[in-house]
């Protein structure tokens, strides 16, 4: 990876995490066939393209929205509970009334 580019982009997309995601995403599209939204003269690794693609303001990124990272819940789903329900006895103190009676 070509540290130029790396500047280049990290001046683009200030969060080292965010760049990183960005990069990964567009190196798989890269990998997959898509076509690179820039032209080199050189032979460049698809991170180097995928930089200089943010650096070129090519690509960009939205964050997701809360409402958006919340889970979508079909209807009439409920949560499964583990453990005490409703008031029923402990493991512990069923094993005590056990060992009182035996």
């Known amino acids: 990876m070509r540290e130029d580019y790396l500047q280049a982009a990290l001046r683009i997309i200030d969060d080292p995490n965010i760049l990183v995601n960005v990069v990964s995403h567009r190196v798989k599209q890269l990998k997959r066939g ?5 032209t080199s003269l050189e032979k ?4 180097d393209l995928a930089l200089r693609e ?11 929205t ?9 209807a009439g789903w ?3 509970t583990v453990g005490n329900v409703h008031g029923a006895e402990s493991a512990s ?3 005590g009334k056990a060992a009182a009676g035996a």
Request: no cysteine.
């Open 44 to 47: 460049l690794l698809p991170e």
């Open 66 to 74: 809360p409402e958006e990272l919340a889970p979508v819940r079909p």
């Open 54 to 64: 943010i650096a070129e303001g090519k690509i960009t990124y939205e964050l997701a």
């Open 78 to 80: 409920r949560a499964h």
């Open 34 to 38: 898509n076509r690179a939204l820039v």
């Open 93 to 95: 103190a069923r094993s």
